[in-house]
């Protein structure tokens, strides 16, 4: 069992930047590949951005390629997404997954995570 928790929503105005990190507890953080989603109400989670077990993979939606990066920490047990350039279609609750099954690279299905956290709520105003 491994626990999520994220940190570091909030508002921010168009243009600026927030970073989200989240901590896992309960299990080897290493063996789980990393990712974000986000959800607005009445649609499906989406992806946003997912990081391999050792990091060297990295994937990102088109909707935030070059404006997010998403990074890991094994030794502090945490992954952070970096959001920069933020648009007011960024506003969402951003939730942290982890995925044990996910043995080599990323994957932007979120069957294929585990584990979720409680999610972040990220508001961005024009």
């Known amino acids: 069992q491994v626990q999520l928790e994220e940190s570091g929503g909030g508002s921010a105005q168009a243009g600026g930047s927030l970073r989200l990190s989240c901590v896992a507890s309960?299990?080897?953080?290493?063996?789980?590949?990393m990712a974000w989603f986000r959800q607005t109400p009445g649609k499906e989670r989406a992806f946003v951005a997912a990081i391999g077990r050792g990091g060297g993979s990295k994937d990102y939606s088109d909707s935030v390629k070059g404006r997010f990066n998403i990074s890991r920490d094994n030794a502090k047990n945490t992954v952070y997404l970096q959001m920069n350039s933020l648009k007011p279609e960024d506003t969402a609750a951003y939730y942290c997954?982890?995925?044990?099954?996910?043995?080599?690279?990323?994957?932007?299905?979120?069957?294929?995570?585990?584990?979720w956290g409680q999610g972040t709520q990220v508001t961005v105003s024009s």
């Open positions: 997954a982890a995925g044990a099954r996910i043995l080599v690279g990323v994957s932007r299905t979120p069957s294929r995570y585990d584990y």
């Open positions: 309960g299990r080897t953080f290493s063996n789980y590949a």
